[in-house]
């Protein structure tokens, strides 16, 4: 089963477009804890110009004013493309994925932020960085088939604690589970494997590869958990969605996520970008059609342990979103109405999204 056709139940408005970036803008990621609990919202922005910008909000107390600025250039740390930003837990280093085969840490110095680490290894392009949950690993992946995972010391030194060499392509993307030290990785070669440390040998293992058999058909760019880590969405360039679920509470078991539905006939070229709302549960993907699409779960149709498939539903589509492929789409932690994404047309836009629970 996939996507029932739905009713609109989803507004989505542009709050404000982010210009500065002079070449395509690969990635977003908001700041933890920002824009709640008096602090401003802050979201980062990597491009193909080596840049990273910092984008603040202003002084109005709603985010969803016009005022966001940027209010710092990250450069001269990366000499070619910045391909993924990703902040720690606590929101005080921003890790930064560039093509030169490098990774920079930076930290926020009484609001300034400087380059405190740079972690080399990958033979080449770094496509993509993420912290867990716990902010002490950081993983990386790259070109060059292999994922890194790095051990954060005191200092901010980062050791490397173990090198994974699982895929036979590129590795597109790595993501933390979110409360647990289990790691995802997406790939070339339409793979997404699962890795877990084995308890024993402290060694770094593949306990489950979804391939082609019964996964994507083709190669599997982004991943996002749901906000329990219990389900798992997938993109790809086969022009489809699948949503996994794990029903086993032992993560050390063989299959840890089994196949609940394919979401297709909806993008156009390839899906790049998918996030999965901690707030509210929905679904945003994005794609080389330069459209960003939300999906929701049928309320009609709440999956039991038995019960087969989950459905979920196209709840709007936002078409020319940007004005050609959409790379990247982020909700929000918090604030359960704002979406971010980035484009090869060089800009970030920062969207409100409302939602009418019919």
Known sequence: MGVGAGEEEVQVSVVQELE???????????RPGSGISGRPAMLA??????????????????????????????????????????????GRLLATASFDGTTAIWEDVGGDFECVASLEGHENEVKSVSWNASGTLLATCGRDKSVWIW???????????????????????????????????ASYDNCIKVWIEDSDTEDWTCVQTIDESWGHTSTVWAVSFDSLGRRLVSCSNDLTLKVWDSSSKSFTDGNLWRHLCTISGYHER??????????????????????????????????????????YKLLVRKEKAHSTDVNCVRWHLQEASLLASAGDDNTVKVWRVDYRNS
């Open 151 to 185: 051990e954060l010391q005191p200092g901010n030194e980062f050791e490397c604690a173990s090198v994974l060499h699982g895929h036979s392509q590129d590795v597109k993307m790595v993501l933390w589970h979110p409360s647990e030290d289990i790691l995802v990785s």
């Open 270 to 311: 390839t899906i790049f970008s998918v996030d999965w709302s901690k707030t509210t549960g929905l679904i945003a993907s994005a794609a080389g059609d330069d459209c960003i699409r939300i999906f929701s779960e049928d309320s009609d149709d709440k999956m039991t342990p038995d019960s087969g498939p989950a459905t």
């Open 20 to 30: 500065g970036h002079s070449d395509r803008v690969w990635s977003v990621a908001w």
């Open 45 to 90: 922005s990597c491009s193909g110009d080596k840049t990273v910008r910092l984008w603040q909000h202003g002084p109005s107390p709603s985010c969803f004013s016009p005022s966001w600025s940027c209010v710092a250039v990250l450069e001269e740390m990366h000499k070619r493309t910045v391909r993924s930003c990703e902040w720690s837990p606590d």
